[in-house]
């Protein structure tokens, strides 16, 4: 992936005043002796709580962390955020250490496109998240300049090509229906309806039992989830069920060890 670009933005409010913003991604500096910073990172996902604290179980600031940090393939120059420059000139230490009001990050996955047999391969994908602005900001079209500002870096990634981190030729995302309609305004998304089933499962009784014409026998065994350990094989029944039949998330044996185990922690069962 190229350096991305970094720019400013001038938004007119209705009174005629006009507000700076400088967009860029966010960074994780070096001191002299090689130890790292991660100042942007930890501003960041303080920001996000912010912003999301009004919901009835709110995430703290830990939450965006795990989800960045736990993730292979996190790249902090793709969390896009709009920094708040109150003065004009925009100068370098409002850039870096201002106020950020406003976040929009891509997510690097990988994308099974269906059964196996097929022989079509995999594609690189842009997943959209933390998509949030500061209450104090809003009704500006902020979200709006980092949603084209994430689809632009999607479409150069397919004109660079060449790698691992090259070519997402699609992106996704997950949005309530009340947003859905903002998304599809700005870049051309589609929604589709997920349908799941929920199965009741008597934990206690399957955990020793295996009821087979009338007898009882000791063969089935339900257990929580164990990492590193059931790694492998989870990527191998993941592989089997989803990817090689559905269109979903191709997991590699990494993601399930760094950040499934992360998400899910204590509440991943195996049988």
């Known amino acids: 992936m190229p350096a991305l670009a970094s720019c400013n933005h001038a938004t007119t409010l209705p009174d005629g005043s006009t507000l700076t913003y400088h967009l860029r991604g966010l960074k994780i500096t070096s001191s002299e002796e090689g130890q790292e910073h991660h100042t942007d990172i930890t501003k960041w996902t303080k920001f996000c709580a912010s912003v999301f604290s009004y919901k009835s179980n709110p995430p703290p600031a830990s939450y965006f962390a795990r989800h960045f940090y736990n993730d292979p393939r996190c ?147 339900i257990r929580q989830a164990k990492f590193p350990e059931d790694a492998a094989q989870l990527r191998q029944l993941y592989a089997e069920y989803s990817e090689n039949r559905l269109i979903t998330i191709v997991r590699s044996e990494q993601y399930w060890k760094e950040y499934v185990s992360a998400e899910l922690g204590d509440t991943l069962w195996v049988l």
């Open 75 to 221: 790249d902090p120059a793709l969390v896009r955020v709009l920094i708040h420059c109150p003065n004009d000139d925009s100068r370098e230490g409002e850039r870096e250490h201002g106020e950020i009001v406003s976040s929009v990050r891509i997510f690097r996955r990988t994308i099974s496109v269906g059964p196996s047999s097929t022989g079509v391969l995999p594609i690189e994908a842009g997943g959209i998240g933390e998509v949030c602005t500061s209450p104090n900001h809003q009704r500006r079209g902020l979200s709006k300049i980092l949603l084209n500002d994430a689809l632009n870096i999607m479409s150069a990634s397919c004109k660079e090509g060449g790698g691992e981190d090259d070519g997402m030729t699609c992106s996704l995302l997950h949005a309530s229906p009340d947003f859905r309609p903002v998304y599809a305004k700005v870049g051309g998304y589609q929604s589709v309806r997920s349908k799941w089933s929920l199965v009741p499962i008597q934990l206690q009784y399957l955990s020793t039992n295996k009821i087979s014409d009338g007898c009882v026998n000791n063969a089935w065994h």
